[in-house]
């Protein structure tokens, strides 16, 4: 073919036939660049939507959660003080402290009924720190006279009288020291024992909940047979029967 009779072409006819190709390219382009940004923003927004459902989550769970009360720290305390007690005006100190629980945790038993079989736990074991306050104080005042004696016996020269006396009042303050601590192991027992029986009362409410359970009788029931095996329970760890409660009802 003889290029010579083909007619030529200007550089602005070669711009016109490559146009169109150009803007479909320029098309695609932006089209592919809006879609990505489409996907870019939906991911985001997932992303923020699931964050947001996990915050909502967790602050429903803090709020569900509650702290437990440690009502038995109260006759704990209580013993503490008892034993660390060595003149009469200790020993009422630590009474009254036992007194001024006594009157705050019976106020908490009518705002937290849920946790009442802690409560009267907890206040037994005070109303008997009263008590044996009470009686430490005598024993305090019987090892005071006894000293008292030991000293007029070593003034009369009268060693033996002396010994037995010395003797005897290191007797009377181990079986002290031995009882006292005897306390602090009581009152775990009743601790430990308020607990189960607290937790169990609130795990079989929530079966019962979950359930749609219209009445209680059988729970309330249930109950009061745990309670009594409780309180009749031996002070060491006797095994005790969770109670099986008929949710049909």
């Known amino acids: ?120 736990a907890t206040v037994s074991q005070l109303e008997k720190a009263v008590s044996r306050a009470g009686r430490k104080k005598m024993e305090l005042n019987r090892e005071q006279l006894a000293r008292a004696r030991q000293k007029r016996m070593a003034r009369e020269n009268r060693r033996r009288e002396e010994q037995r006396i010395r003797q005897e009042l290191r007797k009377n303050q181990s079986m002290r020291a031995i009882r006292e601590s005897g306390y602090f192991k009581e009152a775990e027992i009743a601790n430990r024992q308020a607990d189960q029986l607290t937790a169990t009362k609130m795990e079989l409410k929530a079966q019962a909940e979950q359930l749609g359970v219209t009445t209680y009788a059988s729970l309330d029931t249930a109950m009061q047979g745990y309670s009594s095996a409780v309180q009749t329970a031996e002070v060491v760890d006797a095994p005790i029967s969770t109670p099986q409660v008929d949710l049909q009802a």
């Open 1 to 120: 073919m003889n290029t010579a009779s083909m007619p030529a072409i200007s550089r602005e006819d070669q711009v016109q036939i490559s146009q169109p190709e150009g803007i479909y390219s320029s098309v695609l382009a932006q089209s592919m660049k809006r879609q990505e940004n489409k996907d870019q923003a939906a991911s985001l927004n997932e992303m923020i939507r699931d964050a947001k459902e996990k915050a909502d989550a967790h602050r429903e769970k803090l709020e569900k959660i509650k702290p437990t009360p440690r009502y038995g720290d109260a006759s704990l305390e209580a013993y503490a003080r008892l034993k660390r007690a060595q003149s009469v005006a200790q020993v009422n100190s630590a009474a009254g402290y036992a007194r001024r629980r006594i009157v705050q945790l019976k106020a908490a038993q009518r705002s937290d009924p849920d946790h009442a079989d802690q409560i009267k």
